[in-house]
């Protein structure tokens, strides 16, 4: 945030007058939010916040509430703008984290393809040690508190399958057409290697017991019921050798980014956790930060720039990186200092997202605006026709997303995600506000709001007033006493 000099605020003061000055600097108590012209009143963010299903009445649901209200208005606003929010320039810099991942992992296969290939032998000594095993299976599933009919249709299934593969019906294509396990159906039923005792009991104790080549009968879990198979080593040593590469490339990845580490004297700034901690605290001034948390030979990591990545990592990491102690930010700053140094290192030996990466990368990208477009009702030719004025496609764009709210409130509709990279772009451009003093007043008048409703809804009902029936004699007044006889 900019210091103001002691002389320029005197200055200020006498220029303006102290109430003058005072109105200049107090945030307005009745508004919450403002973006691009349009305006979050208090007693609206109230009304939302005790309408929308399931929103509890705390300060932090209150700020994620007006952050939605701000990424959909400077969303809406740019759209009415007559903005192409999915041309290559704005997905470019909305897609950077995916580029960057896809860079990184074209590096990373660039030193693993300079690796002496795994020879066959390597898989076999792996399935002849037996420290983990493939396991194929068929589920057919069943709920824990299944009713005896629906286990006993289940069981018939299984034995109806297990007949099947006894008779000769190959496991893999069996696999793929009945199990009822959607991780592995696709895969013709093989789990990924993994040691004795990796899975429920007892399916991991008949998985164990099986020879090469060998298969079990009908077993029940807590999942329903499996038909296992141990596929001999001929059937898996692609599968094996794939293992090994993942974990061999683990372990260069790891190894690799530490000698980055070393070599490029990396180092985290004295002051990077309070750095860090104020970003996550007030993110839209972060973004804009040149502060260096951590530095290195020939560069440096800004909060700026940890912070795209925290937003790059979704909504939640944000919230769970600022409850997390000191050592793991430090661990956090080390990460991204030591990914950057690899993607400068990727750049300079000409690492590129190939065309077709890119032009998948942007189609999904681009499939996101259009249905974020859809579900906040901005998709309609009053929010693009040119011959309408700015400020009358600006109105009609904010009326819309009026109207989004009011199905939010009433469950007529659901919130959409805005892609986090677009909202980042979108906010970094600047045009909006968020005033914590109008968060506070909304939050309390919600919580007023509530404790009304709930008063109202505990009042004992009062029975109606008898109605007279036409034509019938009035009824006398009782001259008994209450209580009386």
Same mark, same amino acid.
């Given at each position: 945030?900019?210091?103001?000099?002691?002389?320029?605020?005197?200055?200020?003061?006498?220029?303006?007058?102290?109430?003058?000055?005072?109105?200049?600097?107090?945030?307005?108590?009745?508004?919450?939010?403002?973006?691009?012209?349009?305006?979050?009143?208090?007693?609206?963010?109230?009304?939302?916040?005790?309408?929308?299903?399931?929103?509890?009445?705390?300060?932090?649901?209150?700020?994620?509430?007006?952050?939605?209200?701000?990424?959909?208005?400077?969303?809406?606003?740019?759209?009415?703008?007559?903005?192409?929010?999915?041309?290559?320039?704005?997905?470019?810099?909305?897609?950077?984290?995916?580029?960057?991942?896809?860079?990184?992992?074209?590096?990373?296969?660039?030193?693993?393809?300079?690796?002496?290939?795994?020879?066959?032998?390597?898989?076999?000594?792996?399935?002849?040690?037996?420290?983990?095993?493939?396991?194929?299976?068929?589920?057919?599933?069943?709920?824990?508190?299944?009713?005896?009919?629906?286990?006993?249709?289940?069981?018939?299934?299984?034995?109806?399958?297990?007949?099947?593969?006894?008779?000769?019906?190959?496991?893999?294509?069996?696999?793929?057409?009945?199990?009822?396990?959607?991780?592995?159906?696709?895969?013709?039923?093989?789990?990924?290697?993994? +040691?004795?005792?990796?899975?429920?009991?007892?399916?991991?104790?008949?998985?164990?017991?099986?020879?090469?080549?060998?298969?079990?009968?009908?077993?029940?879990?807590?999942?329903?019921?499996?038909?296992?198979?141990?596929?001999?080593?001929?059937?898996?040593?692609?599968?094996?050798?794939?293992?090994?590469?993942?974990?061999?490339?683990?372990?260069?990845?790891?190894?690799?980014?530490? &000698?980055?580490?070393?070599?490029?004297?990396?180092?985290?700034?004295?002051?990077?956790?309070?750095?860090?901690?104020?970003?996550?605290?007030?993110?839209?001034?972060?973004?804009?930060?040149?502060?260096?948390?951590?530095?290195?030979?020939?560069?440096?990591?800004?909060?700026?720039?940890?912070?795209?990545?925290?937003?790059?990592?979704?909504?939640?990491?944000?919230?769970?990186?600022?409850?997390?102690?000191?050592?793991?930010?430090?661990?956090?700053?080390?990460?991204?200092?030591?990914?950057?140094?690899?993607?400068?290192?990727?750049?300079?030996?000409?690492?590129?997202?190939?065309?077709?990466?890119?032009?998948?990368?942007?189609?999904?990208?681009?499939?996101?605006?259009?249905?974020?477009?859809? &579900?906040?009702?901005?998709?309609?030719?009053?929010? &693009?026709?040119?011959?309408?004025?700015?400020?009358?496609?600006?109105?009609?764009?904010?009326?819309?997303?009026?109207?989004?709210?009011?199905?939010?409130?009433? &469950?007529?509709?659901? +919130?959409?995600?805005?892609?986090?990279?677009?909202?980042?772009?979108?906010?970094?451009?600047?045009?909006?506000?968020?005033?914590?003093?109008?968060?506070?007043?909304?939050?309390?008048?919600?919580?007023?709001?509530?404790?009304?409703?709930?008063?109202?809804?505990?009042?004992?009902?009062?029975?109606?007033?008898?109605? +007279?029936?036409?034509?019938?004699?009035?009824?006398?007044?009782?001259?008994?006493?209450?209580?009386?006889?």
């Amino acid at each position: 945030m900019r210091r103001w000099s002691t002389g320029i605020l005197a200055a200020l003061v006498m220029l303006t007058g102290c109430q003058a000055f005072r109105e200049m600097f107090t945030a307005r108590p009745e508004v919450a939010a403002e973006a691009k012209g349009q305006v979050l009143r208090v007693e609206r963010l109230a009304q939302l916040m005790t309408s929308i299903k399931g929103v509890p009445l705390t300060r932090e649901a209150t700020g994620f509430i007006a952050n939605m209200w701000v990424d959909y208005t400077l969303f809406a606003q740019a759209v009415a703008a007559g903005r192409n929010l999915a041309d290559s320039a704005t997905a470019a810099q909305a897609l950077w984290p995916d580029l960057a991942e896809a860079r990184g992992e074209h590096w990373h296969d660039t030193l693993i393809a300079h690796r002496d290939a795994l020879k066959p032998q390597v898989a076999d000594s792996l399935y002849k040690a037996d420290s983990l095993r493939i396991i194929q299976h068929i589920l057919v599933r069943l709920a824990p508190n299944a009713e005896p009919p629906v286990r006993d249709a289940a069981r018939r299934k299984a034995d109806r399958l297990y007949a099947q593969l006894k008779a000769g019906a190959n496991f893999a294509e069996l696999a793929k057409k009945e199990s009822d396990d959607p991780g592995t159906k696709l895969e013709g039923g093989y789990l990924p290697p993994a +040691p004795r005792g990796k899975w429920v009991t007892a399916f991991d104790s008949a998985a164990w017991t099986l020879a090469p080549g060998a298969m079990s009968p009908v077993i029940q879990s807590p999942f329903g019921f499996h038909i296992i198979r141990r596929p001999p080593v001929d059937e898996v040593r692609d599968r094996l050798l794939a293992f090994v590469r993942r974990q061999i490339g683990v372990k260069i990845d790891s190894v690799y980014l530490d &000698s980055l580490a070393t070599r490029h004297h990396l180092q985290i700034a004295g002051g990077a956790v309070s750095a860090m901690r104020k970003a996550l605290a007030d993110r839209d001034q972060a973004h804009q930060s040149t502060e260096a948390i951590v530095t290195y030979d020939g560069g440096n990591v800004t909060v700026a720039y940890f912070m795209r990545w925290v937003s790059a990592l979704g909504p939640t990491f944000g919230p769970q990186l600022a409850g997390s102690p000191d050592s793991s930010l430090r661990r956090f700053a080390r990460i991204v200092g030591q990914n950057k140094i690899l993607l400068e290192q990727a750049d300079s030996a000409g690492i590129r997202v190939s065309k077709d990466e890119w032009t998948a990368l942007q189609q999904r990208y681009a499939a996101q605006v259009d249905s974020l477009r859809e &579900s906040l009702g901005i998709s309609g030719s009053e929010i &693009s026709d040119p011959a309408a004025s700015a400020a009358d496609r600006a109105k009609v764009a904010g009326l819309k997303l009026e109207t989004f709210w009011d199905g939010l409130a009433a &469950s007529r509709s659901r +919130p959409r995600p805005i892609p986090d990279q677009l909202a980042t772009v979108l906010r970094e451009e600047g045009g909006f506000s968020i005033n914590q003093a109008g968060l506070d007043r909304a939050l309390e008048l919600a919580r007023a709001l509530k404790a009304k409703a709930d008063s109202a809804e505990a009042a004992p009902k009062r029975m109606p007033a008898e109605t +007279p029936t036409p034509g019938a004699a009035p009824t006398a007044p009782s001259t008994v006493a209450p209580g009386g006889k």
